[in-house]
């Protein structure tokens, strides 16, 4: 053979070497852990990523919208390994054949909040509380309902039961959802935002002013669920383990949401 071509080949069998090391040296599909989640979700897996990654080996790959936007994703046929999407609107997907059969797992649920700039004093313990602090505000910001996020959906029923639509709408701000607490804060000390608690929880320079009034309450539980077009994946019944661990739950009360209990280990 001549030389030329003896160190084509060598070359090229070089190459194909570093090829394959760099390729199985890189996690792949199978050791990722994808997931569409609603925004509520967020501030939970920021918190709990690591430990998860550490203790199981998989990596967490999340994408967070609205529910109603976590909907139209599996619906048309996104795939994941793992949904997080509503105790509402979950049995519909299961009936649409988007959701494994069984394969649910209540994760915890939050209520719907008031928040503020760090250090205002804001009363809304009370119905006529909540309205004089709407009429106060020089800026509102919710979730647009027409994203179909949840708290956005319940905070515009209940502007309108309170009956302030009209006397409010020049002041209100639609943000996008999972935002809602940074919009308020960026618009300053005389605005107010209302969405789920979750959302609010260890955000810097945010306070929460309070719950809505119990009359006027709003509570989501999430749940976790396989869609039917992902493969059978240990990491995905990995994670639903986890979301129900003792590590976990201690992250969903910190973040002022009620969990289901616990299936006692992370393993």
């Known amino acids: 053979m001549p030389p030329r071509i003896r160190r084509t080949l060598a070359m090229t069998a070089?190459?194909?070497?570093?090829?394959?090391?760099?390729?199985?040296?890189?996690?792949?599909?199978?050791?990722?852990?994808?997931?569409?989640?609603?925004?509520?979700?967020?501030?939970?897996?920021?918190?709990?990523?690591?430990?998860?990654?550490?203790?199981?080996?998989?990596?967490?790959?999340?994408?967070?919208?609205?529910?109603?936007?976590?909907?139209?994703?599996?619906?048309?046929?996104?795939?994941?390994?793992?949904?997080?999407?509503?105790?509402?609107?979950?049995?519909?997907?299961?009936?649409?054949?988007?959701?494994?059969?069984?394969?649910?797992?209540?994760?915890?649920?939050?209520?719907?909040?008031?928040?503020?700039?760090?250090?205002?004093?804001?009363?809304?313990?009370?119905?006529e509380e909540l309205k004089r602090a709407l009429l106060a505000a020089k800026a509102i910001v919710y979730a647009d309902p027409a994203r179909g996020g949840a708290a956005g959906i319940h905070v515009a029923k209940v502007i309108e039961q309170l009956g302030l639509t009209e006397q409010i709408r020049p002041k209100l701000r639609l943000a996008a959802g999972g935002d809602i607490t940074e919009v308020t804060l960026s618009l300053g000390p005389t605005a107010l935002g209302i969405t789920q608690i979750s959302e609010i929880a260890d955000k810097p320079q945010a306070q929460l002013a309070g719950p809505l009034p119990e009359e006027l309450q709003n509570y989501t539980v999430f749940v976790a669920g396989v869609p039917a077009n992902a493969p059978q994946s240990k990491g995905a019944t990995a994670l639903l383990k986890f979301l129900r661990s003792p590590k976990a739950i201690a992250v969903i009360r910190g973040k002022g949401m009620e969990d289901f209990g616990s299936d006692g280990g992370s393993e």
């Open 14 to 127: 070089r190459a194909a070497c570093v090829t394959f090391v760099t390729f199985s040296s890189t996690p792949g599909h199978a050791a990722e852990v994808h997931v569409l989640s609603a925004a509520a979700m967020q501030s939970v897996f920021k918190d709990i990523r690591d430990e998860f990654q550490r203790t199981t080996g998989y990596r967490l790959v999340p994408h967070y919208g609205t529910i109603g936007a976590v909907n139209e994703w599996i619906i048309g046929g996104e795939e994941a390994d793992v949904i997080i999407s509503s105790s509402q609107s979950m049995p519909s997907l299961v009936y649409q054949g988007k959701v494994q059969a069984g394969s649910q797992t209540a994760i915890c649920q939050t209520s719907i909040g008031v928040v503020v700039a760090a250090g205002i004093e804001l009363n809304v313990h009370s119905v």
